[in-house]
């Protein structure tokens, strides 16, 4: 039965195997997105848009549905904590997360034109 699933959802395994590259490499926090910013599973300590850099993303396509589509954000904050945050897509999208990571990407183009 478990063969069947991971058959029909190669995507998982795709995030789960980039997942574990990512820990590996030492980002190891889990962050969760909240109306107050980005909070550490951890610590539980805050971090704003300013505090946040997304160092890379990778995007998981469903094979079958599109809504099956997930978003593994690679991030580091201004005191060197390094985690993940994933989101969904579409309608299962947290605006939590589309809302910081919009404030975080928002800042850093400000940085590059000034």
């Given amino acids: 039965m478990k063969a ?10 795709s995030m789960v195997s980039c997942l574990s590259k990512v820990v590996d490499d030492g980002y190891k926090e889990d962050f969760i997105a909240t109306r107050e910013g980005l909070e550490s599973s951890t610590t539980r300590k805050l971090y704003g848009p300013n505090d946040v850099k997304v160092v ?6 469903g094979f079958s549905d599109p809504h099956d589509s997930a978003v593994l ?42």
């Fill in 56 to 61: 890379t993303s990778f995007r998981f396509e």
């Fill in 4 to 13: 069947d699933i991971n058959r029909s959802t190669p995507y998982i395994q």
């Fill in 73 to 114: 954000y690679v991030l580091e904050t201004s005191d060197g904590v390094k985690g993940t945050l994933i989101d969904g897509c579409g309608t299962l999208a947290d605006p939590f997360v589309y809302k910081f990571i919009l404030d975080v990407e928002s800042r850093n183009e400000k940085l590059m034109v000034n």
